[in-house]
């Protein structure tokens, strides 16, 4: 009797314990090595916009350093803000007509510790928003190189601001926004292949032209000033690239593993064939041509990195060298547009390689929750693809000329003649960046000169 009842209390305890059992189960669950590695990738994805500063502030003249540094620098603070505002929800919030995102994330509203699991169900939601916010910081700022050494700073800011509402937030939300229309077609894109490097190439070309060339631009030298910092800025982009793309996955697994492999493979190729190619064309390989190869690779990759094999990154890496060399050194001058540092050589040219690249070599193998390019064939990846950056073309360039305008009729958005002259540290901000390394080589060499002096004087005194 006594086991009788034992065996029905426990019957009746599994019954009432099963139901919560199943719901808990169902709830999305924080993983804390996901957590840190989303954590540690949004890190690295920041610090490349500083790398970044440093990649372009060393290839413009030096009366413009500081105003170069200061764009990139300065779109951290307001896209940090913005997108805790209103570039969340825009990009990211429950969707409104597959084109944008609804205002239930306004000021972070909603965005709490708990996965969204819609989008990383390991993760807190607001380290996934945070991780997104590093994308958004970074492809305004790979803009200003298009426009370097001649934008006025009120200008930029307005700029800043309206773009990354108007043109960022909407297509972050049809490329990987729930429902978003270019997601819904099938379009693959890992890492930000058209929402960060076609749209900000794209944008920097139709700024440039619309800026005018920089004042004695094919006329007199526009020499970088200090190769070393380009260096070092690109091994800094180098490095933040690995949670760029790998971080991507969202999760510390096989597929952030494929990835961050890729990712490498492909820059070094790039760097290789761009540099080849350089010295086929010129004679001699230089190291500005080695980093901006790097830069290309990587740019190349990113829609991909979570498609292919390493193999494939390969090829994606050698052609997308080769092709953004021959933009920058070919098409270029051919056009005669001043895109100032070739924003659009590097990222909207190499941007759209590596979203066709992307429905060539993308394979259910490394990624079954992607789709089989057209090499595995499946064309519609390929048609899906090439509609992706029609529409990013498109949308770049008609947005960007409109703010322009926009903000030109109320502030001035180009530099006067001597603005341009002076430059934009002294103009802009009132600031020198070597003014204490010239006086001090100026009083070095006074200095020296005195000694000289004296010296002379006493041995010509001493019988």
């Given amino acids: 009797m006594k086991t009788w009842k034992l065996v029905l209390f426990l019957t009746l305890l599994l019954l009432l314990t099963l139901p919560g059992m199943a719901w808990a189960a169902d709830e999305p669950v924080v993983d804390t090595g996901d957590t840190a590695f989303?954590?540690?990738?949004?890190?690295?994805?920041?610090?490349?916009?500083p790398g970044l500063a440093l990649f372009y502030g060393g290839m413009v003249r030096r009366k413009n350093v500081l105003s170069t540094i200061m764009q990139s620098f300065i779109i951290i603070a307001v896209i940090s803000v913005?997108?805790?505002?209103?570039?969340?929800?825009?990009a990211f919030g429950p969707d409104k007509g597959h084109l944008i995102g609804s205002l239930s994330y306004l000021g972070f509203k909603g965005v709490g510790m708990a996965p969204n699991a819609d989008y990383a169900g390991t993760v807190p939601h607001q380290i996934f928003a945070m991780f997104q916010l590093m994308f958004a910081i970074i492809t305004p700022a790979l803009i200003t190189g298009s426009i370097a050494e001649r934008m006025r700073f009120p200008a930029f800011l307005a700029f800043t601001v309206l773009w990354a509402t108007f043109i960022y937030d909407p297509l972050a939300h049809w490329v990987w926004g729930v429902n978003g229309w270019i997601r819904n077609l099938g379009a693959l894109d890992f890492a930000g292949g058209t929402v960060v490097h076609i749209s900000s190439g794209?944008?920097?070309?139709?700024?440039?032209?619309v800026l005018g060339k920089r004042r004695g631009?094919?006329?007199?030298?526009?020499?970088?000033?200090?190769?070393?910092m380009t260096v070092l800025g690109a091994g800094i982009l180098w490095f933040g690239w690995f949670g760029f793309n790998a971080g991507s996955a969202l999760t510390a697994n096989g597929l952030a593993t494929n990835a961050f492999v890729v990712t490498n493979t492909s820059a070094a190729a790039a760097a290789l064939s761009w540099t080849i190619a350089e010295w086929l064309h010129h004679?001699?390989?230089?190291?500005l041509g080695a980093a901006s190869g790097a830069v290309a690779g990587l740019v190349a990759i990113t829609p991909a990195s979570g498609f292919v094999t390493p193999m494939a990154s390969v090829v994606i890496g050698l052609v997308g060298g080769v092709i953004c060399y021959l933009g920058v050194s070919v098409l270029k001058s051919k056009l005669g547009y001043d895109d100032s540092l070739d924003a659009f050589g590097c990222h909207g040219i190499g941007g759209t390689w590596g979203a066709i690249a992307t429905?060539?070599?993308a394979t259910r193998a490394i990624n079954p929750l992607g789709a089989d390019g057209l090499f595995y064939g499946n064309p519609g990846l390929m048609k899906a693809q090439l509609i992706s950056i029609l529409a990013t073309y498109a949308f770049a360039a008609i947005g960007t000329f409109v703010i322009l305008k926009?903000?030109?009729?109320?502030?001035?958005?180009?530099a006067t003649a001597d603005e341009e002259l002076t430059g934009l540290d002294l103009t802009m901000h009132g600031e020198e960046a070597y003014r204490d390394l010239v006086m001090s080589a100026s009083m070095t060499r006074s200095t020296t000169r005195e000694r000289i002096a004296g010296s002379t004087s006493v041995s010509a005194q001493t019988p």
């Fill in 202 to 209: 794209v944008s920097g070309l139709i700024a440039a032209l």
């Fill in 217 to 228: 631009y094919g006329k007199e030298p526009m020499l970088p000033h200090q190769l070393p």
């Fill in 38 to 49: 989303v954590i540690i990738s949004s890190a690295l994805v920041m610090l490349m916009t």
């Fill in 82 to 90: 913005q997108w805790v505002l209103i570039g969340y929800t825009l």
């Fill in 359 to 361: 429905g060539l070599f």
């Fill in 283 to 287: 004679g001699k390989p230089t190291v």
């Fill in 406 to 414: 926009v903000v030109n009729a109320f502030t001035r958005i180009r």
